[in-house]
């Protein structure tokens, strides 16, 4: 059974950081297109950014480019989302979700595999 296990949220400050990790359960984990997408209550998930299966590509949403790095250990079959520059707007739940796509997809649809999220909120 294909598990994803996000970790790492919480409620931080405007201005303060934050390091997602995601576990991947896949057997073939460097195989996979990986990404982060985000939900904020009332809104539609929507993608965050994105890594190839060797890290060599990355795309991150415009909100928030410059702030926030994804990257991959696939030793370790984790992807990490480091945030910085916080804003009250970033508050959402954070998903990690896998492809076998070669190319990172921005459609949630893309994604076959997907873990429960992990709360990020970030206070004024």
């Known amino acids: 059974q294909v598990q994803l296990v996000e970790s790492g949220g919480g409620l931080v400050q405007a201005g303060g950081s934050l390091r997602l990790s995601c576990a991947a359960s896949?057997?073939?984990?460097?195989?996979?297109?990986m990404a982060w997408f985000r939900q904020a209550p009332g809104k539609e998930r929507e993608f965050v950014a994105g890594?190839?299966?060797?890290?060599?590509?990355?795309d991150y949403a415009d909100f928030v480019k410059g702030r926030f790095t994804i990257s991959r250990d696939n030793a370790k079959n984790t992807v990490y989302l480091q945030m910085t520059s916080l804003k009250p707007e970033d508050t959402a739940i954070y998903s990690c979700?896998?492809?076998?796509?070669?190319?990172?997809?921005?459609?949630?649809?893309?994604?076959?595999?997907w873990g429960q999220g992990t709360q990020v909120t970030i206070s004024s």
């Open positions: 979700a896998a492809t076998r796509w070669g190319s990172i997809v921005v459609p949630s649809t893309g994604y076959t595999y």
């Open positions: 896949l057997r073939t984990f460097s195989m996979y297109t």
């Open positions: 890594i190839s299966w060797s890290g060599g590509r990355t």
